[in-house]
């Protein structure tokens, strides 16, 4: 199996710049695209940041993290990503949007690149069947953020190859992740767990039972977990989270995974969590 050592990246927000991130570390030499040039530049200065985080704290050298950092070359062409051996897409969640990147990258990659997409939600299968080669497509999804959290989920589509397979567990591997392995199923094992309990909680604080703070205070103190629904919610992105509960509730036809109409009322405010400034809490003062 030819070992991975370029990887390219779609998409430069959170998670894009997080997978750069952990990528440049591990050696690998990166290309990192986006529609938007102020999302680079935003990656760029929140990688540099991170980096001077982890040097402080002597968990990387100051002369690794400058390495880590020339290895990461920027560009809103999307062709400059086609000379990687693979590519990740880590575009807005939205299913229209995914696919119409899998048809362009299928034009610009080399026949034997692999292309995964870090989607929360969406069908592997069905964005494999818009790419040239869906032998070689498949979903690898890092988790937020991603220079922290030890997970990436790797899921088959109907089409991928077992070569695709074995040649992403281990560039996750190589990124210092634990993988775990879920079928292709609407939100795969993580968020058809994690994405109820979020639109629950906006269920609850919708209907009066508790406030913000105590609901994300009861279950961060009642369940011992590092933060609460909404301060998680916030994290994640308001916007990505609605779009996870519409893939779940489209793609299962159950009413108990209908997203709550003030998750919805915050997403059409722009309340969008951390990135926006304002979501549950307010960020505006930084
Ligand atoms: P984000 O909103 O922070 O970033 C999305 C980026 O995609 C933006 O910079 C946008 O300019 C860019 N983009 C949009 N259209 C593009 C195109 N045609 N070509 C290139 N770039 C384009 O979103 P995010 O939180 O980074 O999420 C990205 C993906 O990762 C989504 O599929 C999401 O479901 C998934 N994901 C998110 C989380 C999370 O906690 N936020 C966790 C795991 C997976």
């Not at 299913?95 to 899998?102: C, E, N, P, R, S």
């Not at 767990?193 to 105590?214: K, R, T, W």
């Not at 793609?251 to 990135?275: F, H, N, Q, T």
């Amino acid at each position: 199996m030819v070992e991975i050592q370029s990887i390219g990246i779609v998409g430069a927000g959170q998670m894009g710049n997080g997978i750069a991130h952990v990528a440049a570390c591990a050696g690998f030499d990166v290309k990192l695209t986006d529609i938007s040039q102020d999302a680079l530049d935003r990656a760029v200065a929140t990688i540099e940041k991170n980096l001077g985080r982890m040097v402080k704290k002597d968990r990387i050298s100051e002369t690794d993290a400058a390495a880590a950092l020339a290895r990461i070359d920027c560009s809103t062409d999307m062709a400059t990503v086609g000379e990687c051996q693979l590519i990740i897409e880590a575009a807005t969640e939205n299913v229209d949007l995914k696919y119409k990147i899998f048809e362009s990258l299928s034009a610009v990659a080399s026949e034997d690149a692999i292309l995964a997409t870090n989607t929360s939600s969406i069908s592997i299968t069905s964005i494999a069947a818009k790419a040239t080669n869906p032998e070689r497509v498949m979903g690898m999804h890092f988790m937020n953020p991603v220079p922290v959290m030890k997970l990436v989920e790797l899921i088959r589509g109907l089409q991928t190859s077992d070569s695709t397979f074995e040649a992403v567990e281990r560039a996750a591997q190589r990124m210092g992740k634990t993988t775990i392995v879920a079928r292709d199923v609407p939100g795969f094992l993580v968020n058809r767990i994690l994405m109820p309990y979020i639109n629950e909680a906006c269920q609850a604080l919708y209907e009066g039972i508790g406030s913000v703070e105590d609901i994300d205070t009861g279950m961060k103190l009642g369940t011992n977990v590092p933060m609460g629904p909404f301060t998680l919610a916030d994290f994640i992105g308001l916007d990505t989270c609605l779009a996870i509960c519409e893939v779940l509730y489209n793609g299962l036809g159950d009413d108990k995974y209908a997203p709550s109409p003030l998750l919805r009322k915050y997403v059409e405010a722009g309340w969008l969590g951390r990135k926006s400034g304002r979501g549950f809490y307010d960020y505006s003062q930084g």
